[in-house]
């Protein structure tokens, strides 16, 4: 069949074969090579989180994935279909006119209207100088307390809408932290400091995909509500009163904070 | 720079994946495919010239010639010898591996002194003390040889007993000898004259005699012929290979050829279809039949088959003398085609020598059967070659193998002619080895050496002028110009024939139709019963363990 | 619950009912057994050669041969699933997609490690692709075999890196999407090379020409035994994926699938399997008063032999072919989940026998005139590497329910977001 | 002109002996028998097999047939179906050619001989100690896992031709060249020529009336024909249908 074989000679019987499964194999193999290539260059053109995120937004529960109109009050019931990305909404300006009825008891976990938030529990400030000031908003501090250990990008390093934006270790849990915007790291705070990034993003950021006003509210209040019901999974209540106790994964060390965690930060 | 465990397995794979394009896996795949083919545990035969020798066999006495294909300088290959004057270039079925059997593992290279592993000084000395005691019996296999010569004279010398163990074939010819007075040695079937030959159980086509003698006979003048030149007519309880093929074949009960011959005997001579008047059996014809399991009609038949395209010859696998009778009656006793007297040109020594009754101890040579169960009183010093296992001997003594002995080959029990050859030791004798003639030079070096008795036996054959020496071309004895050229011509593997003596007569009477033989040795069935060594070689399996084409030998080590 | 069962919880789909850790490592410990017990049969074979198994010069393919045959039709479900959902969009079938490729991923990998076995110089098992002969079903069979095996590896990761520890992996998740462009690609390689694969199987035998009782006439280079394996791959494909559903069902004690899930395999099956039961029957025809009989050998003489007799025939041809071909395609008796998965099991026997007649059977008739007929029984080393196999195949499938979204069901809801 | 080496085997003259069988084993360097070894897993490129009329008793006749590689000229089945061209016909000779060090031992070779004239090696070749020393230097021995067969004693057909091209010839003399089986049989009954000369005497004998192949219907055109005058045999082999025969494999 080849060359290298004693006594040689092309048959047609060779022609059909070797092509047919030529064909074959170059198609598997093209088939492979170009999967992996596409992977290489969304990571090289940062399209890779964004593709991460959607994959991931496509697993979410139906209870998590609801639209930050129905969360504020502007509808009754509404999915998201676009990975919560408001950006691409065609019905954003729609529902975004209609008005909002947020729930009032937010079992004290603040906010301000100053601020815009991630539904991964961050939230974003606009500063003077053009970056965003990004820091973790009350209710993921509640949970978290003071971490263990916070492992935040160099400084220019670039991060990804979506992407990890810093981790933390929590009694034992790794925490990833999804970024709300893209953009250059210039500057890295910690627990300690009233942000924990400062994010330069490159040219004039669309942040529609941001929750803010009676939208945090609906959603934090949501947010309460399924927390409340992980955490009686595992048999704990939270404290009476209707006041999210700080510190929870120190002082429920019993309950099921994988799931809790992974709600939290959207990150399965 | 810090290793995260995520860079360990991007580094991993990414190595993974350049190996393939390096050219390590690929050689490695057909390295590892080279050594499939190179495996150190399979032997790979010797490389080197290859030579080709010509030699008699020495493990039966039919001494068969062989083409040995030499390599190494060792046997690699055994062929017949095309234009052989005995064996037409045929051997018998084993043979063909007889070069593997030196390295049987049942070869024996120690001396063992009751089952113990012992030395051959210790046997020298037990040897000799018994010696100076008493009496020793000597027992040869195969009588004729120049090493017989030693062992009978030193039988003779220490007041001992040369005693000789004829083999299945000579135990045939044992009656004519007795009823015509001639040693049985000098007794043989004129087959190539013979036009029926009526086999008791003789497994004529499985070795029996010099194999190719009679195959080959056979294959020119019978195969497959309703109506063959040499008619072959096999009586046998069982439809054995040579019954399979025969022209007739006849089932008779096992145990009763002596009544079928009687039978026959008198249907031949009540139907007046022999010359011969008598002595008839004392059985009618109606008991005979009854006890043969064979309708009369089919004896009758039988024995008109047996007269009615001479001559006929009755071959007997053992000494059933009243089976034997039959040839006597046939008129086949020294007539062409019959049993034929042959020529004396090497003289036998007088076998006669008087034997006490006890012994002190007894010498088995090697060319024994391992079958013989040796004498129970004395001490025993048997030589083997291999152990054929259950010994009875207390001492067992490692002789030379295959091709590793100098030996000479009278003549084959079943010729018709008188013959010589010389085997050569074309392998070194291993140095844990002795022949029983050795051995007894050892005790008394007056002893003759089978060196010098080969030479004086060339001699005898150059003086005789009889004959004519078969090496590649023949040449008449009359032509050589010395006894050296044609002992040298011999031990190239020549062999030398005789003429048929002029003059001779061969006549045997009988008185009374003889009783069959009370202690007649039974038959030899098993298709291995030609086959002298106490092993087989492991290629044999291919017969009976591989094939179904024959049966498993039931008595002999495999 | 114990730190084990933590650890394993974590890689388990957060809204996924399965069972215990404990449960489940009980279910796994018989199959691992079975497992090692193979591992250490095939290992005797290696090390000692093939006189381990009762094989003989005779019946020098024995038990293995047959089951790879078997099991290769059985994994037809692979190839043929993937074919009609992507090929001939038939979007209802995408339930059983992943346990489709996981089945066929299991009997083809499973088939190639007993081949591996079966070769007596498994070291120069390579040779095929570097001195193929292009006119041997073999050569044949070890190039559409090693392909289609890439193909199902390439089908099989991405189910793989959705399992919950894995997909947070990011270039992992994006390789995922990546490749689900390309399924249909695979699939049309995989439907091509697969559907190659089970004919020169069913060629292997065919071709025959010194077995009167396996060769068949046919079209080109192909004997009918080429097409007639294709089809009755297809046809049991659907119904052993059915079976394959049906016991994760009744061992986890979910409903996996919609039953008109089932009743698709099943029609598809059905329609199949009686095109298969026509043509075999005008194959037979054709060869019991053509065939043979121009080779010198009386057809009817096969079936002397005990017990291979004319009801081997029958039983292939109604029970096992006409029977299932009807309740599955009647509505009356498709309704029935009874009968459904009768019919399913029914067919799989029906495959069995068809390919153990062509394996066993072809060589314990005798061809020789003299040849006797011959018996087989295959040895314990056989029986358990075997074994193995199947044990391997439990546990993946076990392992990839456990562990991988199996069923569309098990993901939850989130079913018709539009991704891009 | 290219040869085509075959025989004709006179079934009349076979007596069952096996000397073939031992002689085709010696010098092709077949290993003995494995302790474990059958009459279905040994080694025996050249085999007899016992025929018999099927009848018991006084009527029961039995012949012995020996069977080697047929060396089929026409669609060679084990060649066409050998994935990694192991086999292979020789067009200069007509042998059909088993490459050990090819062979991965699949087998389907063996499936494929209508002859059953093929061999696996079950077991590692093994000799007792030291009769290693007794190989035939010019065959090489195979190793467990792989196919052999007959191949009409390749090495003396290259001994042949050595010696043909030594003495300046381009053709082998054909005295020169006689397969180890050929040359052992005690009765002559395995005539070996080329078929290829019209005026070999074997050519000749298989046109001969009395001459007939296994299983010729199947039209592979084996090179090993067969004679017998006893119409038992005859009919016997002309049967190729596989209806229950009394063939003794006891």
């Known amino acids: 069949m080849f060359p290298w074989t004693d006594g040689f000679h092309w048959t047609p019987t060779h022609i059909i074969f070797l092509s047919l499964f030529g064909a074959a194999l170059l198609a598997i193999l093209s088939t492979a090579v170009w999967g992996l290539w596409n992977t290489l260059n969304a990571f090289r053109k940062h399209l890779a989180a964004a593709t991460c995120w959607r994959q991931n937004f496509g697993e979410l529960p139906a209870t998590e994935r609801r639209c930050r109109h129905e969360l504020a009050g502007r509808v009754p019931s509404r999915l998201c279909d676009h990975a919560f990305d408001c950006r691409t909404c065609p019905n954003y300006e729609k529902l975004a006119a209609l008005p909002a009825n947020a729930p009032a008891s937010l079992a004290g976990v603040s906010y301000s209207d100053d601020l815009l938030y991630h539904r991964g529990h961050t939230w974003v400030r606009s500063d003077w100088d053009g970056t965003f000031a990004v820091g973790l908003d009350p209710f993921a501090q509640h949970l978290v307390g003071s971490p263990d250990a916070v492992q935040l990008p160099e400084i220019c390093e670039e991060v990804e809408s979506e992407g990890v934006a810093w981790t933390m270790v929590k009694n034992g849990h790794k925490i990833r932290v999804r970024a709300p915007l893209a953009g250059t790291v210039i500057s890295t705070g910690g627990p300690d400091r009233d942000f924990y990034l400062k994010i330069l993003p490159h040219g004039q950021p669309n942040l529609r995909h941001l929750l803010k006003g009676p939208e945090v509210a609906g959603w934090l209040a949501a947010e309460v509500v399924r927390l409340q019901m992980q955490m009686s999974n595992g048999k704990t209540t939270l404290a009476d009163g209707g006041t999210l106790m700080p510190d929870l994964m120190d002082n429920e060390p019993g309950a099921d904070w994988d799931a809790v965690l992974e709600s939290t930060f959207i990150d399965r | 720079m810090k290793f995260s465990r995520r860079d360990l397995l991007i580094g991993t794979a990414g190595v993974t994946a350049g190996i393939v394009f390096t050219p390590v896996p690929w050689k490695l795949l057909g390295d590892v495919s080279i050594w499939s083919q190179n495996?150190?545990?399979?032997?790979?035969?010797?490389?080197?010239?290859?030579?080709?020798?010509?030699?008699?066999?020495?493990?039966?006495?039919?001494?068969?010639?062989?083409?040995?294909?030499?390599?190494?300088?060792?046997?690699?290959?055994?062929?017949?010898?095309?234009?052989?004057?005995?064996?037409?270039?045929?051997?018998?079925?084993?043979?063909?591996?007889?070069?593997?059997?030196?390295?049987?593992?049942?070869?024996?290279?120690?001396?063992?002194?009751?089952?113990?592993?012992?030395?051959?000084?210790?046997?020298?000395?037990?040897?000799?003390?018994?010696?100076?005691?008493?009496?020793?019996?000597?027992?040869?296999?195969?009588?004729?040889?120049?090493?017989?010569?030693?062992?009978?004279?030193?039988?003779?010398?220490?007041?001992?007993?040369?005693?000789?163990?004829?083999?299945?074939?000579?135990?045939?010819?044992?009656?004519?000898?007795?009823?015509?007075?001639?040693?049985?040695?000098?007794?043989?079937?004129?087959?190539?004259?013979?036009?029926?030959?009526?086999?008791?159980?003789?497994?004529?086509?499985?070795?029996?005699?010099?194999?190719?003698?009679?195959?080959?006979?056979?294959?020119?003048?019978?195969?497959?012929?309703?109506?063959?030149?040499?008619?072959?007519?096999?009586?046998?309880?069982?439809?054995?290979?040579?019954?399979?093929?025969?022209?007739?074949?006849?089932?008779?009960?096992?145990?009763?050829?002596?009544?079928?011959?009687?039978?026959?005997?008198?249907?031949?001579?009540?139907?007046?279809?022999?010359?011969?008047?008598?002595?008839?059996?004392?059985?009618?014809?109606?008991?005979?039949?009854?006890?043969?399991?064979?309708?009369?009609?089919?004896?009758?038949?039988?024995?008109?088959?047996?007269?009615?395209?001479?001559?006929?010859?009755?071959?007997?696998?053992?000494?059933?003398?009243?089976?034997?009778?039959?040839?006597?009656?046939?008129?086949?006793?020294?007539?062409?085609?019959?049993?034929?007297?042959?020529?004396?040109?090497?003289?036998?020594?007088?076998?006669?020598?008087?034997?006490?009754?006890?012994?002190?101890?007894?010498?088995?040579?090697?060319?024994?059967?391992?079958?013989?169960?040796?004498?129970?009183?004395?001490?025993?010093?048997?030589?083997?070659?291999?152990?054929?296992?259950?010994?009875?001997?207390?001492?067992?003594?490692?002789?030379?193998?295959?091709?590793?002995?100098?030996?000479?080959?009278?003549?084959?029990?079943?010729?018709?002619?008188?013959?010589?050859?010389?085997?050569?030791?074309?392998?070194?004798?291993?140095?844990?080895?002795?022949?029983?003639?050795?051995?007894?030079?050892?005790?008394?070096?007056?002893?003759?050496?089978?060196?010098?008795?080969?030479?004086?036996?060339?001699?005898?054959?150059?003086?005789?002028?009889?004959?004519?020496?078969?090496?590649?071309?023949?040449?008449?004895?009359?032509?050589?110009?010395?006894?050296?050229?044609?002992?040298?011509?011999?031990?190239?593997?020549?062999?030398?024939?005789?003429?048929?003596?002029?003059?001779?007569?061969?006549?045997?009477?009988?008185?009374?139709?003889?009783?069959?033989?009370?202690?007649?040795?039974?038959?030899?069935?098993?298709?291995?019963?030609?086959?002298?060594?106490?092993?087989?070689?492991?290629?044999?399996?291919?017969?009976?363990?591989?094939?179904?084409?024959?049966?498993?030998?039931?008595?002999?080590?495999? | 619950m114990s730190e084990t069962a933590l650890i394993d919880r974590r890689w388990i789909a957060r809204d996924a009912e399965r069972a215990s850790t404990a449960r489940f490592l009980l279910w796994l410990f018989p199959w691992v057994c079975l497992l090692l017990l193979g591992i250490y049969a095939a290992g005797l074979c290696f090390y000692y050669g093939l006189n381990q198994t009762n094989m003989d010069n005779r019946f020098a393919f024995g038990m293995w041969i047959f089951l790879d045959l078997s099991i290769i039709a059985m994994g037809a479900g692979a190839f043929f699933t993937g074919f009609l959902v992507y090929i001939l969009k038939q979007t209802d079938l995408k339930p059983v997609l992943n346990t489709a490729v996981v089945v066929g991923l299991t009997c083809y990998s499973g088939a190639v490690a007993v081949l591996m076995v079966d070769v007596g110089q498994p070291l120069r098992a390579w040779f095929t692709f570097w001195y193929p002969n292009t006119h041997s079903m073999l050569t044949e069979v070890t190039f559409c075999i090693s392909c289609y095996l890439l193909v199902l590896i390439l089908e099989y990761i991405p189910v793989l890196v959705q399992n919950r520890q894995l997909r947070r992996v990011p270039s992992f998740l994006v390789f995922e999407h990546q490749a689900h462009k390309l399924v249909p690609v695979l699939a049309g390689v995989g439907a091509f090379l697969s559907f190659f694969h089970q004919g020169s199987l069913g060629g292997l035998y065919g071709v025959l020409r010194g077995r009167p009782f396996a060769y068949r006439q046919g079209f080109a280079i192909w004997p009918s035994t080429f097409f007639l394996f294709i089809l009755s791959a297809i046809a049991v494909g659907p119904s052993?994926?059915?079976?394959?559903?049906?016991?994760?069902?009744?061992?986890?004690?979910?409903?996996?699938?919609?039953?008109?899930?089932?009743?698709?395999?099943?029609?598809?099956?059905?329609?199949?399997?009686?095109?298969?039961?026509?043509?075999?029957?005008?194959?037979?025809?054709?060869?019991?008063?053509?065939?043979?009989?121009?080779?010198?050998?009386?057809?009817?003489?096969?079936?002397?032999?005990?017990?291979?007799?004319?009801?081997?025939?029958?039983?292939?041809?109604?029970?096992?072919?006409?029977l299932p071909a009807i309740l599955f395609i009647v509505p009356r008796t498709a309704r029935h989940r009874g009968l459904l998965l009768l019919a399913a099991a029914l067919t799989c026997c029906g495959v069995l026998l068809n390919r153990f007649v062509m394996t066993v059977q072809t060589l314990a008739l005798p061809t020789l005139p003299f040849d006797p007929f011959l018996k087989y029984i295959p040895s314990w080393q056989e029986v358990a590497t075997f074994g193995g196999v199947l044990a391997y195949g439990v546990i993946v499938y076990s392992l990839s329910y456990r562990y991988l979204p199996m069923f569309e069901a098990t993901k939850g809801e989130a079913k018709n977001v539009s991704l891009d | 002109m290219s040869a085509r080496y075959g025989m004709v085997i006179d079934l009349d003259r076979c007596t069952g002996c096996g000397a073939c069988m031992i002689a085709?084993?010696?010098?092709?360097?077949?290993?003995?028998?494995?302790?474990?070894?059958?009459?279905?897993?040994?080694?025996?490129?050249?085999?007899?097999?016992?025929?018999?009329?099927?009848?018991?008793?006084?009527?029961?006749?039995?012949?012995?047939?020996?069977?080697?590689?047929?060396?089929?000229?026409?669609?060679?089945?084990?060649?066409?179906?050998?994935?990694?061209?192991?086999?292979?016909?020789?067009?200069?000779?007509?042998?059909?050619?088993?490459?050990?060090?090819?062979?991965?031992?699949?087998?389907?070779?063996?499936?494929?001989?209508?002859?059953?004239?093929?061999?696996?090696?079950?077991?590692?070749?093994?000799?007792?100690?030291?009769?290693?020393?007794?190989?035939?230097?010019?065959?090489?021995?195979?190793?467990?896992?792989?196919?052999?067969?007959?191949?009409?004693?390749?090495?003396?057909?290259?001994?042949?031709?050595?010696?043909?091209?030594?003495?300046?010839?381009?053709?082998?003399?054909?005295?020169?060249?006689?397969?180890?089986?050929?040359?052992?049989?005690?009765?002559?009954?395995?005539?070996?020529?080329?078929?290829?000369?019209?005026?070999?005497?074997?050519?000749?004998?298989?046109?001969?009336?009395?001459?007939?192949?296994?299983?010729?219907?199947?039209?592979?055109?084996?090179?090993?024909?067969?004679?017998?005058?006893?119409?038992?045999?005859?009919?016997?082999?002309?049967?190729?249908?596989?209806?229950?025969?009394?063939?003794?494999?006891?």
């Open chain 2, 39 to 558: 495996w150190s545990w399979i032997p790979q035969p010797a490389h080197g010239p290859v030579e080709t020798t010509l030699s008699p066999c020495t493990l039966c006495a039919a001494g068969c010639g062989m083409r040995v294909r030499m390599a190494a300088g060792f046997p690699v290959g055994i062929s017949g010898v095309a234009n052989h004057p005995l064996t037409k270039g045929a051997l018998c079925t084993l043979g063909y591996a007889a070069h593997q059997l030196n390295w049987h593992p049942a070869r024996l290279l120690r001396v063992r002194h009751s089952g113990r592993a012992s030395s051959w000084p210790e046997a020298q000395a037990a040897f000799a003390a018994a010696c100076a005691e008493g009496p020793i019996a000597v027992m040869d296999g195969r009588p004729g040889r120049a090493a017989s010569v030693a062992l009978e004279t030193f039988a003779a010398k220490h007041n001992g007993s040369y005693q000789t163990v004829p083999g299945p074939e000579t135990q045939a010819l044992a009656p004519y000898a007795a009823w015509s007075g001639v040693p049985a040695s000098t007794l043989g079937y004129d087959l190539e004259n013979a036009r029926t030959i009526v086999s008791f159980g003789a497994p004529l086509l499985d070795g029996w005699g010099t194999p190719g003698r009679f195959t080959r006979l056979w294959s020119a003048r019978a195969a497959g012929q309703s109506d063959p030149q040499l008619r072959l007519i096999q009586i046998e309880p069982v439809l054995s290979h040579t019954a399979a093929r025969a022209w007739r074949w006849l089932a008779v009960r096992e145990g009763t050829q002596g009544a079928l011959a009687a039978a026959l005997a008198r249907v031949l001579v009540e139907e007046h279809l022999v010359k011969a008047q008598g002595p008839l059996p004392e059985m009618t014809l109606e008991q005979a039949a009854v006890q043969a399991g064979l309708p009369i009609a089919e004896i009758r038949d039988l024995a008109h088959a047996m007269v009615e395209h001479g001559p006929t010859v009755v071959i007997t696998s053992d000494g059933d003398p009243a089976v034997a009778a039959l040839n006597v009656l046939l008129g086949a006793v020294g007539t062409p085609g019959g049993i034929i007297l042959k020529s004396k040109v090497i003289p036998r020594h007088g076998a006669a020598s008087t034997a006490p009754a006890k012994f002190r101890a007894t010498v088995i040579d090697a060319s024994v059967p391992w079958d013989l169960i040796p004498p129970a009183q004395g001490e025993v010093f048997r030589f083997a070659t291999w152990d054929g296992g259950d010994s009875k001997a207390d001492w067992l003594l490692p002789s030379p193998g295959f091709l590793e002995e100098l030996t000479d080959i009278p003549t084959a029990p079943t010729s018709a002619t008188e013959t010589y050859a010389i085997a050569t030791d074309l392998l070194a004798q291993p140095q844990e080895t002795q022949t029983a003639a050795q051995f007894l030079r050892k005790i008394d070096a007056s002893l003759p050496d089978v060196d010098k008795s080969i030479h004086a036996r060339c001699e005898q054959i150059f003086q005789a002028r009889l004959g004519t020496i078969y090496a590649g071309q023949s040449k008449p004895v009359a032509q050589f110009e010395s006894a050296a050229k044609l002992e040298e011509q011999l031990r190239k593997g020549g062999v030398w024939l005789s003429e048929p003596p002029r003059n001779a007569t061969l006549h045997c009477a009988l008185k009374i139709w003889p009783a069959a033989a009370a202690t007649a040795p039974a038959a030899p069935t098993d298709w291995t019963s030609t086959w002298a060594p106490p092993v087989l070689p492991p290629l044999a399996a291919k017969l009976y363990q591989e094939s179904t084409v024959r049966e498993a030998p039931a008595r002999r080590l495999a």
């Open chain 3, 240 to 322: 052993f994926l059915m079976l394959v559903v049906a016991a994760a069902e009744k061992i986890t004690g979910q409903t996996l699938v919609d039953f008109r899930v089932y009743r698709k395999l099943g029609f598809i099956s059905g329609v199949l399997l009686a095109i298969y039961v026509a043509a075999k029957a005008i194959d037979t025809y054709v060869w019991l008063n053509v065939t043979s009989p121009r080779l010198g050998f009386g057809p009817w003489d096969y079936y002397s032999y005990w017990p291979f007799s004319s009801t081997f025939l029958f039983a292939a041809t109604v029970p096992l072919g006409l």
């Open chain 4, 24 to 250: 085709c084993a010696s010098e092709n360097n077949v290993p003995p028998a494995a302790p474990r070894a059958t009459w279905r897993t040994g080694i025996t490129p050249m085999l007899v097999h016992t025929l018999s009329n099927g009848k018991e008793g006084v009527d029961r006749r039995e012949a012995f047939i020996p069977i080697a590689c047929m060396q089929c000229e026409h669609e060679t089945p084990c060649v066409s179906v050998c994935p990694q061209q192991a086999v292979e016909l020789d067009k200069s000779t007509g042998i059909v050619m088993q490459m050990p060090q090819r062979c991965l031992g699949c087998r389907y070779c063996m499936t494929a001989c209508p002859y059953h004239a093929r061999y696996f090696n079950w077991w590692d070749p093994q000799w007792p100690p030291g009769m290693e020393h007794s190989l035939n230097p010019g065959v090489s021995v195979r190793m467990r896992g792989v196919v052999e067969k007959c191949n009409m004693c390749h090495a003396r057909y290259h001994d042949a031709l050595q010696k043909a091209a030594a003495a300046g010839k381009k053709k082998i003399d054909l005295a020169d060249y006689v397969p180890a089986c050929v040359e052992a049989c005690p009765t002559g009954a395995i005539a070996f020529g080329n078929l290829a000369d019209p005026n070999d005497p074997v050519t000749m004998a298989a046109k001969s009336p009395d001459a007939f192949r296994l299983l010729e219907s199947i039209g592979t055109e084996p090179k090993i024909h067969y004679k017998t005058t006893q119409a038992w045999i005859r009919a016997l082999a002309d049967r190729n249908s596989g209806r229950p025969t009394e063939a003794q494999h006891v």
